[in-house]
Every structure is written in C-alpha cells, then in structure tokens.
C-alpha cells in the first residue's frame, strides 16, 4: 500500500507550509502528492508549483472538475505539466454536482452524467494518444462541434504538442455504483471520497473484474493526537460542509453517499441544519462513529491497528489529508 498526500483547495488564501509538507512527503518516501480545487483555487497551478520544487514523487489531481474546462483543455493542462516534471503527472477527475456545475461553472449539469464522463475521458485519451485528430461523435462533447450554432469551419485535430506518455494514469472521482463500475472500465483508477474498510461489501459488486494495477486511492483524514474526540473535530467540520453545503438538499451525491453506508437519517439531518443556517449543530450532528470509521485518528498504536483493516482490502493507496508532519512520519513509519 502506497502514500500520498492530499493538499486539497485553497481556502480564503494559500494555506501556509504547504510546499515544505510536499518536500517532506517526498523526503519520507511517499509516492504521490494531490491538489484539488472547488470554486476558488485551481488545481493545476499548486501542482505545477510543487513540481518545480520536486524531483521524483508523482502528481495528481484529486480532483479537477471536468465542467471547469473542456476535455481537450483539460488534456494540454495534463500533458504540459507531464513534459514539465519529467512524466510524474497523474490526471483525476471528478463532475461534481449541479449545484457547482450549474451555479459556478454557468454550464448545465448534464442529463446523463454517466455518458458525459465517459465521453470526457475518451477525449482526453485521444489526445493523449495522438494516433489521429480527435474525433467524437458525442452527445456532450462531440468533435468537431456540430451543433445549431456551428459556423461548420471546425476541423479536427490532433494536439501540436507530442504528449510524453499515451499512458499518463488518469482517475476518476466516483460516488455512485454505476459511476463506480464505469471507472473501472474506463479509467486507470478510482478516488473515493469517503472510503470506510468496515463497508467494503457495498463496492463488490461495482469493483468486479478490476484490471492489475488499478488504483483504489480514498483520501483519508489522518492525525496522530492523544484525544479521538478532539481529533475528529476537523473531520466532522468537513463532513458537514460535504454533506450539508455541497449540493441541494434533494441531489447531493455526498448525502447519497453516506445514506447508502448505513447513515441516511444523520445525513438528512446534517443537510436541514446547514439548510437552515445552523452549520455548527450541523457539524455535531455528523456522527462520531462515522468519522472516524472513514479516518485514521488517535495515538499511534490506535492507528497501527487500524491499518491492518485498510491493509486487508482493496486499497492500494493512502491520500492522506494531514496538514502536520509529525502525522506525516508517523504513517510513513507504520506503512512504508
């Protein structure tokens, strides 16, 4: 089982300490560091930073939001940052929610948001692989656009610039069963958002027939303190946000998510209390057991037995959200 560190999105500004948390990461052997965005800081440009500053741990999007660029963009922002550090480059994506697609990106949520990611991600491996000019008779993301208001002057074409790798490892952020058994089809590997290793056995069937060397990489609040309780309180502050602020109370694929790992009337209350203006309540309301079955939080022998659960399952990497390098070493002690 791999690490990685998981840096997220930029807050109100650029979180302090970050660069110097990727060179120890890098310096402790993990294997791969990750940005984000939501609707403030990109992805793109934090990773493009730690790649000047690194040599050899590889660097990936967890994620970036497909609405926030079209496909072929979204592969010269890969491809780029691929030749630039030397083939590191790991590309995952995430469609987000019609409550970001529709009300930041100004763009409709797409009615069949299976076909529209399938279709993103053949884009990008057109483009990667460079065999011709991309062609896709999409319903999407169709080239050449063809569309009413076409003027008929597109031409397809393939990328100017030779990509380093066809292969460049792209991933995808998937929350639904279905969107699930389609990243395995499709993708190189999977990012789950809330990974639990007591709850395995409701991917099973999602995660049948996965091909050698695909990843299964959660990202994973991690610390080590001597307080639990005290430990879980910035993960219960996310889980709110998530649950109760990311989405509409009647499509939040956050709240979906946590109905379907045995917590629905938690997430239905989580959602009314930030719905209402009442987010604090809205934090306490997250169950403890739930944050911290999806964590690794506590002193050290408390998360020493607690890998052993994420150790037996499917899990092939470790994206660790720690803002603190003490938990940083700590992991890197226990696993690698």
């Not at 497909?66 to 010269?76: E, K, L, Q, S, Y």
């Not at 987000?96 to 797409?110: A, C, D, I, K, L």
């Not at 987010?279 to 998360?303: K, M, N, Q, T, Y």
């Amino acid at each position: 089982m791999r690490l990685g560190l998981a840096l997220g999105y930029w807050g109100r500004s650029p979180a302090p300490g970050r660069l110097e948390l990727a060179l120890e990461a890098e310096r402790l052997g993990y294997d791969s560091v990750w940005t984000a965005e939501a609707w403030g800081s990109d992805a793109f440009t934090p990773l493009t930073w730690i790649a000047a500053h690194t040599s050899r741990i590889r660097l990936g999007t967890a994620v970036a939001q497909m609405a926030a660029r079209t496909p072929t963009a979204t592969a010269m922002h890969a491809l780029t940052l691929d030749h630039l550090s030397g083939g590191r480059m790991m590309l995952g994506l995430g469609l987000s929610g019609p409550q970001v697609v529709e009300g930041w990106y100004g763009r409709p949520f797409p009615a069949s948001p299976l076909t529209a990611s399938r279709e993103y991600v053949e884009v990008i491996r057109q483009v990667l692989r460079r065999e011709g000019p991309v062609e896709l008779d999409g319903r999407f993301h169709p080239h050449p656009y063809r569309g009413p208001d076409a003027t008929g002057l597109g031409l397809p074409l393939r990328p100017i610039t030779h990509p380093l790798r066809a292969t460049l490892p792209l991933l995808l952020g998937a929350e639904g069963p279905k969107n699930i058994a389609q990243t395995v089809r499709i993708a190189d590997g999977w990012l789950p958002l809330h990974w639990s290793p007591a709850r395995t056995g409701a991917y099973d069937e999602a995660l049948t027939d996965v091909p050698d060397g695909f990843m299964i990489a959660p990202l994973v609040h991690a610390r080590v303190c001597d307080d639990v309780a005290e430990g879980l309180t910035p993960v219960k502050t996310a889980l709110g946000f998530y649950i109760g602020g990311m989405g509409h109370r009647t499509r939040n694929f956050h709240a979906e998510l946590m109905a379907r790992m045995g917590y629905g009337s938690a997430a239905r209350r989580i959602q009314r209390l930030f719905a209402e203006g009442r987010r604090h309540e809205a934090v306490r309301a997250v169950p403890d057991a739930f944050a911290d079955e999806i964590s690794l939080i506590g002193p050290r022998e408390r998360i020493a037995e607690r890998l052993d659960a994420w150790r037996s399952g499917p899990v092939t990497d470790l994206l660790l959200t720690s803002p603190d390098a003490r938990t940083l070493r700590t992991l890197a002690e226990l696993v690698l």
